[in-house]
């Protein structure tokens, strides 16, 4: 199985400034199936960014995503309070489709 | 508009079953990959279960293979995950996911918890 780590697993931030997630894949991912989830406290986890960089529908264009290969990063560029959440990477490559372990943003 | 709506969790001892459902809506159900997700209480997300559209295929993760069964009924548009021989550590909330095309989970239902306690 793929493993996926994430970091940092937690992140305290002010509004307004801009925070990067990384995820490392133990083999090399294609870029078109690696994603990234918001999960707000107790709702169920929102596709955010699919593709490596694509925002899903309705996301705003403050979150990103880059990477290839066994390397991709998350942005929000200017982080709002509605962030608040736990974000995770997942891979779609191969069989089990496995999710990195999280990260909790926070504001300061 | 897509929906899962999830069913059958609860409270049950170790040792014993529960089958729960997801109910589908909004989409083409019989063309679809779907998934089962658990999430135990403060911690991360664990992929369990694949079905083929078709149930031609089905994977387990290592955690429940053997134990949990998943299997779909597509004149109903409902997804079953039968879980066999619970144990403390399969407490979690529960998610069906529906598969987009690039392997990612564009659709979940809303979770059912599962507690397993004496």
């Known amino acids: 199985a793929i493993v996926l780590n994430q970091s940092p697993s937690s992140i305290i931030a002010s509004q307004g400034e801009k925070v990067t997630i990384t995820c490392r894949a133990s083999?090399?991912?294609?870029?078109?199936?690696l994603h990234w989830y918001q999960q707000k406290p107790g709702a169920f986890p929102k596709l955010v960014i699919y593709?490596?960089?694509y925002r899903a529908s309705g996301v705003p264009s403050r979150f990103s995503g880059s990477g290839s290969g066994t390397s991709y990063s998350f942005t929000i560029s200017r982080v709002e309070a509605e962030d608040v959440a736990t974000y995770y990477c997942?891979?779609?490559?191969?069989?089990?489709?496995?999710f990195g372990a999280g990260t909790k943003l926070e504001l300061k | 508009e897509v929906q899962l709506v999830e069913s059958g969790g609860g409270l049950v001892q170790p040792g014993s079953s529960l089958k729960l459902s997801c109910v589908a809506s909004?989409?083409?159900?019989?063309?679809?990959?779907m998934h089962w997700i658990r999430q135990a209480p403060k911690k991360g997300l664990e992929w369990i279960a694949l079905?083929?559209?078709?149930?031609?295929?089905?994977y387990y993760a290592d955690s429940v293979k053997g134990r949990f069964t998943i299997s779909r009924d597509n004149s109903k548009n409902t997804l079953y995950l039968e879980m066999n021989s619970l144990r403390s550590e399969d407490t979690a909330m529960y998610y069906c996911?529906?598969?987009?095309?690039?392997?990612?989970?564009?659709?979940w239902g809303q979770g059912v918890m599962v507690t397993v306690s004496s």
């Open positions: 083999s090399s991912i294609s870029s078109n199936y």
């Open positions: 996911a529906k598969l987009g095309w690039a392997y990612y989970f564009d659709y």
């Open positions: 079905i083929y559209y078709d149930s031609s295929n089905k």
């Open positions: 909004g989409f083409t159900f019989s063309s679809y990959n």
């Open positions: 997942q891979q779609g490559s191969s069989n089990p489709y496995t």
């Open positions: 593709s490596t960089s």
